[in-house]
Each structure stands twice: as C-alpha cells, then as structure tokens.
C-alpha cells in the first residue's frame, strides 16, 4: 500500500503514518467495528466520489444496528470525506470510514467503550486484477455459507462479517480462482465476499433479494436503476447454485470490483462466453462514475481541489 498524506480520525486530520491505535482497541478483540468502502472517480471536473450520500447513510444505519453512537452528523462524515480527497490531493482513491469501539474495557459488552471514527483513503486499483475488467474472473461456489442473518446481521457492514468472507476467498484462491460465490443457510445463492451478483438469463436480469442475507449493495441499486432506466426486464429472486451454471451471463457488482463479469463457475463455462447484457451495464457504469452521463450526476460529490 502507498501511504497517502492524510488520515482522519475523530474529527482532526493526522499525518499518515501517525495515524495508530492502542493493541487493546476494543474493536480489533471482538470485530466490533463497522466500516464502509466508498470510491471517487476522476471527471473533467476533477475528483467525484460516487454516491456519498448512500455510503454515509448505510455507515449511519450499521451504526444503529450495533448501538453505536458515532457523535458526528452525516454531514459532519460527508464534509471529512470531502477534505480528506482535497488534502490527499490524488484523482482517484477508495475511501473508507471505520467506527470501532475504542481503548477503555475489555469483554464482551462494548456499551462502555467509546465509539472512535476514522477516514482513510488510499489508491486502490482493480480489486479482481486485470481479469475482471477484461475477459472475465473465475468463481467458485464456496463451501463457507453466507453468515445467517439470525447470526450477524449482514445489512451492517461489519468487520465480523468479514471473517466469513475471507474464509470464502481463501478458500478461491486456494483453488485457483479469484472469486467465491456464497450460498446462504437455504441453498440458495447469497452474495460474493465482497459483491453483490447479478445473472442475466433469456434477457431477464436478477439478483438475491435483500431476505436472501446479503449486503444491500450501492453498485447493486445503481444496476437495478440501470435496469429500470433502460426497460430491461429485470427480477430480485432468488437463485440456485445450478441457475449460476446455466447462466447466460453472470456478474459482481461493487464499490471495490465495480461490473466484474464471470466467465466460469466451479468449472463450468457461463453462456457462450459473449455478455451483452454485462457490457451494456459495465460500459454505462464506467461512464457515470467518471461523469459522463449528466442524467446520473446526481450521483457524484465533487470536490474542489
Ligand atoms: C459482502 C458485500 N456484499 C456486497 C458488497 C457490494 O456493496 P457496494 O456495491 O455498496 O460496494 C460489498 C461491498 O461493500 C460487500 O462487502
């Protein structure tokens, strides 16, 4: 990793490598912390983070679920995520804010720890390598089963879901692949460690309902949007781990992999290798992360260097 200048934590900017907490943080003991992974694009414009408003909001509402009180406002994290791209000063970066319960107690209650927040970015190029951007990544259905809602609930965005997913991509790359495909505790297909999917078959576009335990995906709402925008036929629904087989084609979407198409799953090559489907989105999605569409600007923070 290439240290950047600057890091926020608890309302005041430090140096990069400054930016360092006590081995006894509560957070890092028990994974009690919460985070989220946000990106900003290059425009002709300069620097755009993409869907800000959304990140913060989903940051705000994992921060509810495990009774934490940040003590800072939405806006408060939206305006430090916008000074910290100004002071860090590069193009482009991944942005990720972090809430942990901090230094005080150890055990199992958290309740009497303080909650610290932190804001780092750094450059982070294409998270499924080359690949994924072009002919398509490799998969594998995981023998890890998506954690269980009864469990950890996995509409927050929680370190503790992460041990689940590391397991998960372990687990592909031992095998030679680059991406796992999560099943949930009923069979069906959940999620990637770290991405929503998406299968197109006979035209139609679908993805896992949000009941199916998955991460209620940023780059998920922005393709079903895509999807509605443009007419194309689209379902949240369940499907099976043979339905990724069959295929005709399939996909990641998310802040770190962006449109990630898969060409295999467990070996078996998806459709006939073509994916217009995926193109479409992919190509649009590339477009409106780096400004080019101006019904989606919306979307995008600017920030003025
Ligand atoms: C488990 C999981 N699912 C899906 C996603 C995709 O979410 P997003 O598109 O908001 O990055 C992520 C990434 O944050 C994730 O960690």
Known sequence: MKALKKIWMDGKFVDWEDAKIHVLTHGLHYGYSIFEGIRCFSTAHGPAIFRLDGHIDRFLNSAKIYRMNLGFSANELREACIDLVRK???PESYIRPIAYTGYGEMGLNPLSNKISVSIASWEWGDYLGKEGNDGGVRAMVSSW??????????Q??????YANSGLAKMEAIAAGVEEAILLNSHGVVAEGPGEN???????ILSTPPASSGILRGITRDTVIQFALDTNLKFYRNDFTREELYTSDELFFSGTAVGIAKVREVDGRKIGNGRSPVTERISALYRDVVHGKVAKYSKWLTRVDM
Request: aromatic fraction near 4%; include cysteine.
């Open 88 to 90: 860090n000063g590069v």
């Open 145 to 154: 089963v998506r954690l269980d809602p009864r469990s950890l609930p996995p």
């Open 156 to 161: 927050a965005k929680c370190s503790a879901n």
């Open 197 to 203: 999917v998406f299968r197109v078959k006979d035209g």
